[in-house]
């Protein structure tokens, strides 16, 4: 597994499910997230955990072993005009863990759509996934850029999967408690 490569994650049979999971679900719209970063496309959270949630977690921790978790996944469901533009994903630095690295995968393909990363050139076929970097804590715009292109007719639908690492920047701070220093590896 190398960041940037794309990689079978899931069996089509595996995306089928999700895809109608997310159909089944209550979806968010989409909205202005902040002034140029627009998301129109409808997100569906998968609340329960995986049958693979720890192979996921093995998966990023082969690339770099500081997973401790993974958050909810998110299926991203982009009809044509819906998308998400140009940003990185930042992560609150006061947080004790932090978003260190971010898999996406093509549930469905549609014409047009797809996952773009700056300066990176690569196609998700069904099931394939990449995974990429988010900002670095207190850093904002230090991560990959990355957008969702809309799709010209059909639907695009991915799951997305942010995984996550202790954030040593806060830890740092609080490395002396009780004029003790603390083993911040811990």
Not at 5 to 28: A, N, R, W
Not at 81 to 94: K, S
Not at 112 to 129: D, P, S, T, W, Y
């Amino acid at each position: 597994m190398k960041l940037y490569e794309p990689f079978q994650f899931l069996t089509t049979t595996e995306c089928d499910e999700l895809v109608d999971y997310s159909q089944k679900q209550s979806s968010e719209l989409g909205k202005i997230l902040e002034e140029g970063k627009v998301n129109n496309a409808r997100i569906t959270w998968v609340e329960d955990r995986h049958p693979r949630w720890q192979e996921w977690i093995d998966i990023f921790n082969k690339i770099e072993p500081v997973i401790e978790s993974l958050l909810s996944p998110q299926i991203a469901t982009y009809n044509p005009g819906e998308e998400r533009q140009w940003h990185t994903e930042g992560w609150p630095a006061h947080r004790p863990t932090t978003r260190h690295f971010i898999l996406t995968c093509e549930l469905q393909s549609a014409p047009g759509g797809k996952l773009e990363i700056e300066n990176k050139k690569f196609v998700l076929k069904k099931g394939q996934a990449i995974i990429f970097r988010p900002d670095d804590p207190g850093a904002p715009g230090s991560g990959d850029r990355h957008r969702a292109v809309a799709p010209t007719e059909g639907q695009r639908i991915s799951l997305t999967i942010w995984a996550m690492a202790k954030n040593l920047e806060r830890w740092k701070r609080f490395q002396h408690i009780d004029g003790k220093k603390t083993d911040i590896k811990k």
